[in-house]
C-alpha cells in the first residue's frame, strides 16, 4: 500500500483509500485499539 501525506492513510492496488486510527489501548492486554476500513475520496465508505 502506498503511504499519503496524512498519517495513517493508504492508498490500496485499485486506488481506493484506507483509514487507520489508534483509539487508546486495552487496560487488560496493554494491547492498542485500532480502528480500519476503507472509504472513498470524499470520506464516505
Known amino acids: 500500500m502506498a503511504r499519503t501525506k496524512y498519517a495513517g492513510v493508504y492508498v490500496g492496488r485499485s486506488g481506493q483509500y484506507f483509514y487507520?486510527?489508534?483509539?487508546?489501548?486495552?487496560?487488560?492486554?496493554?494491547?492498542r485499539l485500532r480502528k480500519k476500513g476503507p472509504t472513498n475520496q470524499q470520506g464516505k465508505q
Open 20 to 31: 487507520e486510527t489508534e483509539l487508546g489501548t486495552d487496560r487488560i492486554t496493554g494491547k
